[in-house]
Structure formats: C-alpha cells, structure tokens
C-alpha cells in the first residue's frame, strides 16, 4: 500500500535525525530553505523523485526503504555516527562513507539483479570478552587469526590475495579513494550484508593489510554495524585488536621462524649444551661465526615479498617475535628509507606489483556488472550512468558504448 506525504516526511525526519544533522544541513544538500525542509518532513509539501533519491543518498539509504511498507529507523550511516562521533564531525569522511555506502548498495543490486548470490553463513563470527588493555587486545587479535588460519586451512602458507579470500567468505570488497587518514571501512548491514572497503590511493602492501585489518573487524566487532579506520583512532582497543590480527594472519609466527631457519639465522649466537653419561655432565658451547645470524635488508625484502607485506611491516613483526632486537630494527628502517629495499628487491627480480593496474581492479569488476546488466536490460542507461559516477569512471568512454540513450529510457530498474 502507498504510504502518504505524512508518513513519507515522518520518516525523512526519522532518518535526518538519526544521522544527528539538522534541518539546516539538509536544505543546503539540496540547495534549498530550512522551512522548505520542515514543510517536507510535516508533510505538508511534496517530495520529488530527484529530492528524495538525494535525500536517501544523503542518509545513506535505499530510496525503496523510504517508499516500502515498513521502515527501520536506525541504519549503517547513524551507527557509524553513533559509534565514531570523530566520524560525524568530519565532512570529507562523512561523504566517502556515504559514497561506499551507496556502492556497496549498488554493487548488491546488481548482484541480485545478476543472479549472483552471496552465502554469507560462511562468515565466521568470534565473540570475544571487553577489551580492557592494549595487551588483551594483541592477544585477542593473535588467537583469532590463528584459529581463522586454521579454519580456513591455510597452514603456514602465506595467504592468496586477500580480496579473493574474503570475497569466498561472503564478503563484498571494494577500492575507493579515501582520506588518506581513513585506510578502509567494514559494513556489517542486514540489507548489503557484509562489505569492506579500502584506501584506493594507498600501496598495494598497505591494501592487502588493511583488509585483513577491515576483516577482523567483521570477524569479532559483529555486534556493530560498521567501524571507520582512522589513523588518529589507531590506538583504540579494537582498533589494536585488528592490527594483531592482521600481522598474525599473513605473517604467522611459525611460518616467520620456519622462514629465518631457511636463510640459517635466528638461532642464538652462543649456545651451551650438557652431555650426561650417568655419571657426570659435560657442558659443550658453540658459538655461531660473527655476525652470522644478524638479519639482513636483503633478509627482509625476501621475507616481506613471500608473506605479501611492506618491508617496515615486515620489520615489525620480526621484532615481536625478536628476531631483531630495537637497534636493528632502527638500523634495517632506516636501510629501507634510504631506498635501499626497492634497489634491494630489483637486484633479487622480485617483481614490484603494478599499483595502478591493482587501484582498478575493483572498478573493473563492478563496472561490468553494470554493463552486463543494462545489456540484458536489466537496468537502464540512467542507472549505468549513476554507476559509473559513483567509482568516477570516463563519462565519455560510457557513451562511446551506449550511444545517445536518453536516460529515461525504460529496461529495467532506476
């Protein structure tokens, strides 16, 4: 059954408010007076089509959900507000969430649209106790990558690329430039389902590791709708929960020693060992040859191309597990700003990884889902066009292909 202008502007204002804005905030979205807005909340005015799918945009909605039967007053957007108050005070942040929320719809759209269905009870959840000290969350953070490792039998393996990974868990992966402040965002919504997004702008090694950061938060922040990752929030507790557990799922503490035992190094440099003979012991020492075991930048570049990791967050994770005590981790850091890592990496033939051609792949994917869909008539020109504004696409490349359709053209959905 329609619902009318009264019960449309209640729900309007029901959404405005659950986002914390004010009328004011709105009229200047839609370039228009604050009393033309409270008229259209009271009902007392109509909303137009273009009005309201801005408004849902605005939200962070579905225009359906504004138009359906039954209407639920909290969403992604005003948890996230709710949760991250540092969010909802920061404009540029608050339009790219926006806009990955509005992906992440489109992209579950088409989909459905597509017949591409998603099983997300694949998703392992782990629910852990209140984190209380940073120590608790590192902790947390190590056990449950090494129980999703084993869940998913990767064994020591370095893990595959990530966004396959998570893609075969049921989760929905996207790249979109962000602040450079914000490396990913994770959306746990009963509409889209499960949805991580990452830093477009950022190096390919910082991707892979914000999703597996962004995938932990799915994994043990269930109970939330959905987390910004903010370097100025980096010292929240979940926050250091999801860097445990990203260290600790691609670069496992087994596989990193097993790893150091191939080049010969990591074992302790004096060692002393007792013979017993029933009667007496003999104590034997050995001594491994100067400077044998020091790890070296070469060591690293190696290490850090196998388990698909930048050389400092290689660096880290070998001084956790102290393979590397303080003064060589400052000395192999400052080895790498110096350079000498990517000269390091050429010399070997380890490939560098093409970024821009990895900055598209998300765009690639989505983007031909939309095509497949307006060739099958699934959706109209209009749509495609929304869709390719969305990721920032060439307009005129889209033309090339569809011609003059006018956008209102019909065949399908708008």
Known sequence: MPINAQELGRRLRAAREACRMKQDDVAKHLGTSRSTVAQMELGNRAVSSLELDRLAYLFGRDIREFLADSFREDDTLAALFRAEPAVAENPDVIEKVRECIAIGRELTNLEELLGIGREQTTVAAYPQAVLKTRWEAIQQGARVAEEERRRLGLGLSPVPEMTELI?????RTGLVDLPDDVSGLSINDPKLG?????NRQHPIWRRRFSFAHEYAHLLMDRDRLGTVSRAAASDDLIEVRANSFSACFLM????VARFV???GKGKPSRSLVQ?????????VEGRAAPNSQALQIYDVVQMASLFGVSVPAALYRLRNLRF??????????EEDERG????????????????TQAR???????????LDAYRRDLISAGKLREIVRLVGAPAEDLEALIGDDDPSDAGGED
């Not at 496992?252 to 596989?255: E, I, N, Q, R, Y």
């Not at 000498?340 to 970024?355: F, I, K, M, N, Y």
């Open 252 to 255: 496992p503490a087994d596989a």
């Open 360 to 370: 598209n792949e998300f765009r690639h994917r989505f983007l031909g889902l939309g």
């Open 167 to 171: 893609e075969r868990q049921g989760v």
């Open 194 to 198: 499960f949805f991580v997004v990452v």
């Open 275 to 283: 013979v017993y003979d029933e009667n007496e012991a003999v104590t």
């Open 324 to 333: 590397i005590t303080d003064a060589e981790l400052s000395r192999l850091k």
């Open 340 to 355: 000498r890592s990517r000269t390091t990496a050429r010399l070997l033939g380890l490939a560098e990884p093409d970024h």
């Open 261 to 263: 035992a191939t080049l």
